[in-house]
């Protein structure tokens, strides 16, 4: 049974940083296209960043420069560092795993492609 559990959410202040973690349960991570998604409040949800199998890592343009996205291969675990905190980055993060697209994965990928999706993370920044 697959499994993904994110945590490393909190409020914050504007400029403040965080560290959020997806752990992967009976799945590999580097063999899936893993993407956070990110839902605002009264928004749609959204891709912010993916890794794929080959390549390094993607970013939608509002977070680049911001946001790092790593995977620990021995701990089957994903890893996204938000630095620079917005206010605009406020909303629930959702770590994400698509079957197949290991090596076509892109943050732009709708809601309904991923396969599995965690329970996500709050993120509150206040400014």
């Known amino acids: 049974q697959v499994q993904l559990a994110e945590s490393g959410g909190g409020s914050v202040q504007a400029g403040g940083s965080l560290r959020l973690s997806c752990a992967a349960s009976?799945?590999?991570?580097?063999?899936?296209?893993m993407v956070w998604f990110r839902q605002a409040p009264g928004k749609e949800r959204e891709g912010v960043a993916a890794?794929?199998?080959?390549?390094?890592?993607t970013y939608r343009d509002s977070v680049k420069g911001r946001f790092t996205l790593s995977k620990d291969p021995a701990k089957n675990t994903l890893y996204l560092e938000i630095n620079s905190l917005m206010p605009d980055d406020t909303g629930t993060y959702y770590c994400?795993?698509?079957?197949?697209?290991?090596?076509?994965?892109?943050?732009?990928?709708?809601?309904?492609?991923?396969?599995?999706w965690g329970q996500g993370t709050q993120v509150a920044v206040s400014a």
């Open positions: 890794f794929g199998s080959i390549g390094g890592p």
């Open positions: 009976g799945m590999i991570v580097t063999d899936y296209c």
């Open positions: 994400a795993a698509v079957r197949g697209r290991a090596y076509s994965c892109s943050f732009r990928f709708p809601p309904s492609e991923p396969d599995y």
